[in-house]
């Protein structure tokens, strides 16, 4: 049987949100990332992240990911306050989407991804919102 190995399992830890315009409000921000995969059972992940203004000011870097998983995002698209972008992995791929606001944001990957000829489907969705100002 192939290994599975989930590089996004870990995405919401390097998961930013931000809005590429005046609506997004830089501090701190705590974010949640589930999973939902048949036969997978993962409790919520969250974390906590201060966002800078020009971090805010940056669309495309806020994309969910984990440099480490050799995946590759393209197609990345601001429309008004909806990104989306597609993401290709050694073994899986797939798109995504957020909608950011100026104290939340929520959004979704959803990746395909081949196991011993059987295609397998995840979803992993993110919901942010701000806590305040970031602590020195």
Known sequence: MKKITFPFALLALGATAA????EMKPGLWEVTMTMDMPGVVMPPVK???????????????????????????????LSGNTATWTMTCPDMSGRGHMT???DSYSGSTE????????VME?????????LGECQN
């Not at 809005?19 to 005046?22: E, L, V």
Request: contains cysteine; aromatic residues 8%; proline residues 4%.
């Open 100 to 102: 950011y606001g100026s």
């Open 47 to 77: 974390h906590k992240v201060c966002m800078s203004a020009a971090d805010v000011a940056s669309g495309e870097s806020t994309i969910p990911k984990d440099d480490q998983s050799g995946c590759t995002v393209g197609g990345y698209s």
């Open 122 to 130: 995840m979803k992993q969705t993110y919901s942010g919102k701000r």
């Open 19 to 22: 809005y590429a315009g005046p």
């Open 111 to 118: 990746l395909k991804m081949d196991v011993d000829g059987e």
